[in-house]
Antibody, heavy 118, light 107 residues
Framework: QVQLQESGPGLVKPSQTLSLTCTVSGGSIRGSHHYWGWIRQSPGKGLEWIGYIYYTGSTYYHPSLQSRVAISVDTSRNQFSLTLTSLTAADTAIYYC??????????WGKGTKVTVSS | DIQLTQSPSFLSASVGDRVTITCRASQHISNYLNWYQQKPGKAPNLLIYAASTLQSGVPSRFSGSGSGTEFTLTISSLQPEDFATYYCQQFNDYPYTFGQGTKVEIK
């Protein structure tokens, strides 16, 4: 059974950079036509897709975040990571990592709460 | 971006009731529509993908239908564990978007 687990800081200051990592266990991040992505949830914006990556490094990002976001993959550690720059209070949310199958996000991590505040 | 509008936003129902939630897309999305269930403090859980295909392990009282711009999620007989918030999500075009959610509460 594939499991995903997010890790990273819970509190980040405005204008700083957020870095989160998702560790995949119970299966390989390589191949199988799966993409590995990030979704966030806030009271104001609801669920928002951020982007995802294939194990080869191909990425797809939400256009509204594209200038501030980067997703990378480390196949040797079976991990992928999110970097979000120039944070504001609007980036406060629960961040989920998730596996994208052919049709849907079929596996999710438990989520990690990130607060942007000085 | 494709907008997804769910109705109702809030629903009060009793155990055993038949419940229907609607999701309308702002443009044609074929059958690229998924449904998720989210309980408080938990991540969303995939229920139905491609509008009508039940995800493995999901009870058969859940069903989905629709294509184009109008979709429905039906729970044939509401169970205590079904009280949660339900979201639709489109997979037809970037950026992927979600509906605003429908909260199902106990009457």
């Amino acid at each position: 059974q594939v499991q995903l687990q997010e890790s990273g800081p819970g509190l980040v200051k405005p204008s700083q950079t957020l870095s989160l990592t998702c560790t995949v266990s119970g299966g390989s991040i390589r191949g199988s036509h799966h993409y590995w992505g990030w979704i966030r949830q806030s009271p104001g914006k609801g669920l928002e897709w951020i982007g995802y990556i294939y194990y080869t490094g191909s990425t797809y990002y939400h256009p509204s975040l594209q200038s501030r976001v980067a997703i990378s993959v480390d196949t040797s550690r079976n991990q992928f990571s999110l970097t979000l720059t120039s944070l504001t209070a609007a980036d406060t949310a629960i961040y989920y990592c998730a596996r994208r199958s052919r049709y849907a996000f079929d596996m999710w991590g438990k989520g990690t709460k990130v607060t942007v505040s000085s | 971006d494709i907008q997804l509008t769910q109705s109702p936003s809030f629903l009060s129902a009793s155990v055993g009731d038949r419940v229907t939630i609607t999701c309308r897309a702002s443009q044609h999305i074929s059958n690229y529509l998924n449904w998720y269930q989210q309980k408080p403090g938990k991540a969303p859980n995939l229920l139905i993908y491609a509008a009508s295909t039940l995800q493995s392990g999901v009870p058969s009282r859940f069903s989905g239908s629709g294509s184009g711009t109008e979709f429905t999620l039906t729970i044939s007989s509401l169970q205590p564990e079904d009280f949660a918030t339900y979201y639709c999500q489109q997979f037809n075009d970037y950026p992927y978007t979600f509906g605003q959610g429908t909260k199902v509460e106990i009457k």
